[in-house]
Nanobody
Framework: QVQLVESGGGLVQAGGSLRLSCAASGGTISFYAVGWFRQAPGKEREFVAT????????YYANSVKGRFTVSRDNAKNTVYLQMNGLKAEDTAAYYC?????????????????????WGQGTQVTVSS
């Protein structure tokens, strides 16, 4: 089963950018659907973005649409979340998750319980 490690979090001013990485080991991430989620203190884990197993299908939460971009680098076995125009309300621990391995599919998943494998998370703090 694939293991995931997130990195790239940190402290940034409102309006700034960060790129989160989700590095996979023990498996080929291109065979998995991958989702990004976040959880702020006292709140439930919420969906942020996802890329389907096919890689060509992406889907975003309305709160981040137009500001965040999810992408894959299969050669590096890594999925990225580029975050631009960060806002204070984006402050949270960010997690990547994988579902699979699966056959080639454009299906995407937005519920946490649809993913079996999770990384440990990386903290993003946006100062206003």
């Amino acid at each position: 089963q694939v293991q995931l490690v997130e990195s790239g979090g940190g402290l940034v001013q409102a309006g700034g950018s960060l790129r989160l990485s989700c590095a996979a080991s023990g498996g080929t991430i291109s065979f998995y659907a991958v989702g990004w989620f976040r959880q702020a203190p006292g709140k439930e884990r919420e969906f942020v973005a996802t890329t389907a197993r096919s890689g060509g299908t992406t889907y975003y939460a309305n709160s981040v649409k137009g500001r965040f971009t999810v992408s894959r680098d299969n050669a590096k076995n890594t999925v990225y979340l580029q975050m631009n125009g960060l806002k204070a309300e984006d402050t949270a621990a960010y997690y990547c998750a994988a579902r699979g391995p699966t056959y080639y599919s454009a299906t995407f998943y937005i519920r946490p319980d649809e993913y079996a494998t999770w990384g440990q998370g990386t903290q993003v703090t946006v100062s206003s």
